[in-house]
């Protein structure tokens, strides 16, 4: 049974919350059009800035121009390329609700579109 494809998917803050956040992308790419977007917005290495409590179990960042999904026990380089993706991002430096400032990275990661 083929499953619904999506053009556009989009999760902010979520993803690094997951158990397995290296299948959940691989799920969402799973889950794109043949022509779609994924957009990611997620604080940048919130686990290790969290200290790895609760939900904060996993770090997202780009490292040689890769998704890089990290925590303390696994490292996973995200090759888009190899699953037909352009990959675009940007870093910016906000402060969270509590007034402390923290790098926020917004990844998109497209497939069929120029």
């Known amino acids: ?3 619904p494809k999506f053009q556009i998917i989009s999760a902010a803050n979520c993803l690094d919350h997951a ?7 691989d799920e969402l790419v799973r889950s794109l059009a043949e ?4 957009q990611l917005m997620h604080w940048e290495n919130e686990g290790k800035a969290q200290h790895y409590l609760g939900m904060h179990q996993w770090n997202i960042e780009i490292k040689d121009e890769r ?3 990290w925590n303390k026990e696994r490292s996973h380089l995200f090759d888009h390329e ?3 993706l352009s990959l675009k991002y940007y870093r910016q430096v906000v402060n969270k609700g509590t007034g402390v400032p923290h ?4 990844i998109k990661l ?3 579109l120029h």
């Open 1 to 3: 049974m083929d499953l």
């Open 35 to 38: 022509q779609g977007v994924i």
């Open 110 to 112: 497209s497939r069929g």
């Open 67 to 69: 998704i890089h999904i």
């Open 19 to 25: 158990y397995d956040v290296p299948l959940g992308l």
């Open 103 to 106: 790098p926020k990275i917004a």
């Open 82 to 84: 190899s699953n037909g």
